[in-house]
Nanobody, 123 residues
Framework: QVQLVESGGGLVQAGGSLRLSCVAS????????TAWFRQAPGKEREFVAG??????RYADSVKGRFTISRNTAATTVFLQMNNLKPEDTAVYYC??????????????????WGPGTQVTVSS
């Protein structure tokens, strides 16, 4: 069973950038769909971005600003976040699902989760 650990969160001013990383241990992401979700205080968890061998997808709120990618060894997933806004403030979670289809947008379809990393964007 793959295990996930996120890093790279922090405090940044609006308009700034952060790069989140999600490292897999136990196995690689090769046959998994991987995704980033986020949850802000008092709000439901929401899909941010995902990728698999079938392709990638993004939430409308982050299109053009965020980019999801993997390293060639398929052991790390990244989320490059540019032009950050205060509404991007949340705990960001990495998730994986044993599927090669287009990454699901529902969290229930992912069975492996990291503990999360806090991203705070100040105005």
């Amino acid at each position: 069973q793959v295990q996930l650990v996120e890093s790279g969160g922090g405090l940044v001013q609006a308009g700034g950038s952060l790069r989140l990383s999600c490292v897999a241990s136990g196995r690689t992401f090769s046959n998994y769909a991987t995704a980033w979700f986020r949850q802000a205080p008092g709000k439901e968890r929401e899909f941010v971005a995902g990728m698999s061998v079938s392709g990638g997808r993004y939430a409308d709120s982050v299109k053009g600003r965020f980019t999801i990618s993997r390293n060639t060894a398929a052991t790390t997933v990244f989320l490059q976040m540019n032009n950050l806004k205060p509404e991007d403030t949340a705990v960001y979670y990495c998730a994986a699902a044993a599927t090669g289809r287009t990454p699901p947008q529902k969290g229930d379809e992912y069975n492996v989760w990291g503990p999360g990393t806090q991203v705070t964007v100040s105005s």
